[in-house]
C-alpha cells in the first residue's frame, strides 16, 4: 500500500477534521500503514483565501505521484472527504457577503476538488445528494461513511449529577435539556430558545454549550422569552461529557450540518435527540424525531410528551443507545481505509 498523505490546512489540536485525523492516523498505526501530514507554511496573517490558493500550489508542486487524502477543498486530491459539507449548499442557505472572495475561490475549489477525486467521501446521504445535485457528480463515485463515536467508560449518572447540582444548584426532579454546538446562529439557538419557551412542562433545566462572539445577545434573548433561571448559557466546557450523561433531551435545530457529532454522542450518552432534516446525523433517527426545519413547533408538544412520560424517556434513551452502538470509530476508521486501498488499486 502506497504511503498516504494527509491533507489538512491548519495543523490544530482542535475541531472535528483534527480529532477525525488524529483518530485515522492511530488506526494506520495499527495497521503499519505509512503515512505523513501535510500543513499549510504559509503563516496565518495572510488573508484566509489567499492562504487558500498558496496551499494549492504548494500541494501541486509537491504532488508527483504522492497519494492525497484530503479533508480540503483542493484541485488535486486522489481521495476527498467532504466533512465540511458542500460550500454551495451551504451558501444557499447562510447569508455571506457576496464581496468576499473567499466564498468564490471556496466555490471554485470545492468543483475542481469534486471533479478531480477518484473517490469522494460523504458523511452522510444529504452531503452526498447535495454534491450530486450542486455539482452533477457521478453518485457511483460517492460512498456515505458515516462518523463514528466511542462514548468515554467509566462515567456514572450519580457523580454527574451530583457535580452538576452543586455548579448550578439544580435538582435530581428536574428533566435536562442540552444543545451543545459552536456558532449559534446556523445551529439554531434563537429557535431553541423559541421552543424552549413554548413547553407546557416547566420542570426543566436547559444548558447552551460552545463557542458564541454574541453571548450577550442571546442572553437577552433569554430574558425576552422569559426563561431566565431556566436557561443557563455556558459557553466553552472542558466537562461536556457530564452534561451528556445526565440530560434527558438533546436538541439541535441546525439550519445546515453535515453531519452533527454532537447528535451521535447524545445518542450514545442515552439522550432523546430531535434535530433537523439538514443535520446529516438525523439520518440515524426516527422520522418523529426530526424536524422540518428550526422554526417547527410540531416538536413542542413532542418534547412535552417525554418530559411527562419517564417511562416512554428511558425507553427511547435505550433505543438511542443501542443505534449509537453501531457507529464506532474503529468502523468508520474501516471502511475509510477500505476506500483508500480501492482508490489506490484504480
Given at each position: 500500500?502506497?504511503?498516504?498523505?494527509?491533507i489538512?490546512?491548519?495543523?490544530?489540536?482542535?475541531?472535528g477534521?483534527?480529532?477525525?485525523?488524529?483518530?485515522?492516523?492511530?488506526?494506520f498505526?495499527k495497521?503499519?500503514?505509512?503515512?505523513?501530514?501535510?500543513?499549510?507554511?504559509?503563516?496565518?496573517?495572510?488573508?484566509?483565501?489567499?492562504?487558500?490558493?498558496?496551499?494549492?500550489?504548494?500541494?501541486?508542486?509537491?504532488?508527483?505521484?504522492?497519494?492525497?487524502?484530503?479533508?480540503?477543498?483542493?484541485?488535486?486530491?486522489?481521495?476527498?472527504?467532504?466533512?465540511d459539507?458542500?460550500h454551495?449548499?451551504?451558501?444557499?442557505?447562510q447569508?455571506?457577503?457576496k464581496?468576499?472572495?473567499?466564498h468564490?475561490?471556496?466555490?471554485?475549489?470545492?468543483?475542481?476538488?469534486?471533479?478531480?477525486?477518484?473517490?469522494?467521501?460523504?458523511?452522510?446521504?444529504?452531503?452526498?445528494?447535495?454534491?450530486i445535485?450542486?455539482?452533477?457528480?457521478?453518485p457511483?463515485?460517492?460512498?456515505?461513511?458515516?462518523?463514528?463515536?466511542?462514548?468515554?467508560e467509566?462515567?456514572?449518572?450519580?457523580?454527574?449529577?451530583?457535580?452538576?447540582?452543586?455548579?448550578?444548584?439544580?435538582?435530581?426532579?428536574?428533566s435536562?435539556?442540552?444543545?451543545?454546538?459552536?456558532?449559534?446562529?446556523?445551529?439554531?439557538?434563537?429557535?431553541l430558545?423559541?421552543?424552549?419557551?413554548?413547553?407546557?412542562?416547566?420542570?426543566?433545566?436547559?444548558?447552551?454549550?460552545?463557542k458564541?462572539?454574541?453571548?450577550?445577545?442571546?442572553?437577552?434573548?433569554?430574558k425576552?422569552?422569559?426563561?431566565?433561571?431556566?436557561v443557563?448559557?455556558?459557553?466553552?466546557?472542558?466537562?461536556?461529557?457530564?452534561?451528556?450523561?445526565?440530560?434527558?433531551i438533546?436538541?439541535?435545530?441546525?439550519?445546515?450540518?453535515?453531519?452533527?457529532?454532537?447528535?451521535?454522542?447524545?445518542?450514545?450518552?442515552?439522550?432523546?435527540?430531535f434535530?433537523?432534516?439538514?443535520?446529516?446525523?438525523?439520518?440515524?433517527?426516527?422520522e418523529?424525531?426530526i424536524?422540518?426545519g428550526?422554526?417547527?413547533?410540531?416538536?413542542?408538544?413532542?418534547?412535552?410528551?417525554?418530559?411527562?412520560?419517564?417511562?416512554?424517556m428511558?425507553?427511547?434513551?435505550?433505543?438511542?443507545?443501542?443505534?449509537?452502538?453501531?457507529?464506532?470509530?474503529?468502523?468508520?476508521?474501516?471502511?475509510?481505509?477500505?476506500?483508500?486501498?480501492?482508490?489506490?488499486?484504480?
Amino acid at each position: 500500500m502506497k504511503r498516504i498523505y494527509l491533507i489538512r490546512e491548519k495543523d490544530s489540536l482542535h475541531g472535528g477534521a483534527e480529532v477525525y485525523l488524529s483518530r485515522l492516523k492511530t488506526q494506520f498505526k495499527k495497521q503499519n500503514i505509512e503515512y505523513k501530514s501535510i500543513y499549510s507554511i504559509f503563516p496565518r496573517f495572510l488573508p484566509s483565501w489567499l492562504r487558500l490558493i498558496l496551499f494549492n500550489l504548494q500541494l501541486w508542486i509537491y504532488k508527483g505521484d504522492k497519494f492525497y487524502f484530503s479533508l480540503e477543498r483542493i484541485i488535486c486530491p486522489d481521495v476527498y472527504r467532504a466533512g465540511d459539507g458542500v460550500h454551495k449548499a451551504f451558501l444557499k442557505i447562510q447569508n455571506k457577503s457576496k464581496l468576499n472572495p473567499l466564498h468564490k475561490l471556496l466555490l471554485f475549489l470545492e468543483k475542481k476538488c469534486l471533479h478531480n477525486s477518484k473517490i469522494i467521501i460523504a458523511n452522510s446521504k444529504m452531503v452526498k445528494e447535495d454534491i450530486i445535485q450542486s455539482y452533477g457528480i457521478d453518485p457511483n463515485k460517492i460512498t456515505v461513511i458515516y462518523n463514528g463515536f466511542n462514548p468515554l467508560e467509566g462515567l456514572s449518572y450519580e457523580n454527574s449529577i451530583s457535580k452538576l447540582e452543586k455548579e448550578f444548584n439544580i435538582n435530581s426532579n428536574q428533566s435536562i435539556i442540552l444543545y451543545v454546538g459552536s456558532g449559534y446562529k446556523r445551529k439554531g439557538v434563537h429557535e431553541l430558545l423559541q421552543i424552549l419557551s413554548q413547553l407546557s412542562d416547566k420542570n426543566f433545566v436547559a444548558f447552551i454549550i460552545g463557542k458564541e462572539k454574541k453571548y450577550k445577545d442571546y442572553q437577552k434573548l433569554i430574558k425576552a422569552f422569559s426563561l431566565e433561571g431556566k436557561v443557563k448559557i455556558l459557553g466553552v466546557r472542558n466537562d461536556v461529557t457530564d452534561f451528556y450523561v445526565v440530560a434527558d433531551i438533546f436538541i439541535l435545530p441546525s439550519r445546515y450540518e453535515p453531519f452533527g457529532n454532537v447528535v451521535l454522542e447524545a445518542m450514545s450518552y442515552g439522550n432523546v435527540v430531535f434535530t433537523t432534516k439538514r443535520t446529516g446525523a438525523s439520518e440515524l433517527l426516527k422520522e418523529e424525531f426530526i424536524m422540518d426545519g428550526p422554526n417547527d413547533n410540531s416538536i413542542i408538544k413532542k418534547i412535552d410528551n417525554y418530559l411527562i412520560n419517564p417511562n416512554l424517556m428511558i425507553e427511547e434513551k435505550q433505543k438511542n443507545i443501542s443505534i449509537a452502538m453501531q457507529y464506532s470509530v474503529e468502523r468508520n476508521q474501516l471502511k475509510t481505509l477500505e476506500v483508500i486501498k480501492l482508490s489506490q488499486n484504480d
